[in-house]
């Protein structure tokens, strides 16, 4: 879209506006043509603009002519009786045409429904305008003056359709960042019961209130993952004419800058708990090293619960069997940003290569992993990056990271910076 002053109009209204001109040039013999916009602007008078001139090289200025000295064309006032016949019309074009800087100029107003949206100009120079010719030239007006309605419609139909499509967007991408966060809380259901099935025995009567934690876990684990694969279906097909905008988690509905003075020690202890169960399911070693007097920090203990949670379920997902994880969180006291807790994240996985590093935090990237019999989304680390963002959290990525000795894969290490208050 091509954008003169305050008016917007579309690159196929110019070259059918073009296009006249060159009718009129080429049929009618005008040396000089020009089509003018009126533009309304709230609490000012409207204002003609012009938006072509043809001949391309000829000097807006030239004879006078392109901006209608000789008028206020701020407030062009056409007193026609667009209902009249057109031999009436005709008679006050003349007039017009009588009383112009030149004899050979015609200035026919763009009209619809007794509303004037432009205003087409020609002259030429030597040959005065006939009754036919004005009737042809109206006919051009008459043209222009619809292709500019439609040319109106069709960008109010455009911004509608493009406010709806990012409505869309954002509706998709939150139920996407839904079901994600879902399986979280899931899977360390599922896990402590299985556990707790593993510490009872069969003639217990709780036993079956075990078994049931686990069936209907896994019931509804399966219901989540057939809605996703339908889902996935249905979002792509509607992403094919969504214009591509940054989203935002469903998390930051809420104000997540509204911060608040935390304990980390307490916000992590019931994490710890749910992936210390998930990690022995897998045979995985989990390590903390986390100082029991950690300063209060100004965070949203939701959105950074979440943070964590992602990272950890992704250390002990992306960990094969026999693997370790740790959780490590030390406090940096001279760095030219001031104070911070750092917490660390660290599994001896395979790593992530350097090609994906760059994408890592980009909506539904997989990277190499999208070719692994590993289930994900690639929502999770978006996720924690929109949340770290919103909270003025910085978080950096390593791989490879090797921060055990004789370590057998590349590992990967998220570390993320608080700052302290």
């Known amino acids: 879209m091509a954008k003169y002053q305050e008016i917007t109009v579309s690159k196929e209204f110019v070259s059918l506006c073009e296009s006249q001109l060159i009718l009129l040039a080429q049929n009618l013999a005008a040396q000089e043509s020009a089509i003018y916009l009126t533009e309304t602007l709230e609490d000012s008078e409207p204002k003609l603009v012009p938006i072509l001139v043809y001949p391309p090289q000829v000097s807006s200025s030239a004879n006078g002519f392109f901006l209608l000295p000789e008028y206020d064309h701020d407030n062009v006032d056409f007193d026609f009786n667009f209902n009249e016949e057109v031999e009436d019309n005709f008679n006050q074009i003349i007039n017009y045409v009588s009383d112009s800087p030149s004899p050979y100029q015609l200035l026919l107003p763009l009209v619809h429904n007794d509303s004037m949206v432009g205003l087409l100009a020609t002259n030429r120079r030597k040959k005065s305008w006939q009754k036919k010719e004005v009737l042809q030239v109206q006919e051009i007006a008459q043209t222009i003056t619809l292709a500019r309605i439609l040319d109106e419609k069709q960008q109010i139909t455009n911004e ?13 991408d939150h139920l996407d960042d839904f079901l994600h966060q879902l399986r979280n ?21 709780n036993y079956t209130v075990a078994e049931g934690i686990v069936r209907e876990g896994d019931r509804i684990k399966d219901l989540i993952q057939d809605f996703s694969d339908d889902w996935k279906v249905v979002s792509n097909l509607s992403n094919l004419s969504l214009k591509e905008e940054k989203s935002t988690s469903f998390f930051l509905t809420e104000n997540i800058q509204k911060l608040e003075l935390v304990n980390l020690n307490k916000l992590i202890d019931p994490l710890i708990s749910g992936i210390k169960a998930i990690a022995q399911e897998k045979n995985i070693q989990f390590i903390s090293d986390i100082n029991t007097n950690l ?113 057998q894969f590349n590992g990967t290490t998220f570390a993320l910076f608080i700052p302290l208050k």
């Open 295 to 407: 300063p209060l920090i100004l965070t949203n203990p939701k959105a950074l619960t979440e943070v964590i949670n992602n990272l950890l379920d992704n250390a002990v997902k992306y960990t094969p069997t026999g693997g370790k994880i740790c959780l490590e969180i030390v406090k940096q006291k001279s760095t030219p940003k001031g104070e911070r807790l750092v917490i660390e994240i660290s599994d001896t996985g395979y790593g992530i290569p350097p090609e994906d590093q760059e994408h890592i935090f980009e909506r539904h990237y997989r990277g190499v992993q999208s070719e692994g019999d590993i289930s994900g989304s690639g929502l999770g680390l978006a996720i924690v990056k929109e949340l770290c963002d919103k909270m003025s959290i910085e978080i950096e990525l390593f791989s490879p990271s090797f921060w055990l000795t004789n370590q």
């Open 185 to 205: 809380p899931l899977t360390a259901i599922r896990t402590f019961g299985k556990l707790l099935l593993k510490r009872l025995l069969g003639d217990d009567p």
């Open 160 to 172: 509608q359709l493009q406010s709806y499509q990012q409505l869309q967007q954002l509706q998709n």
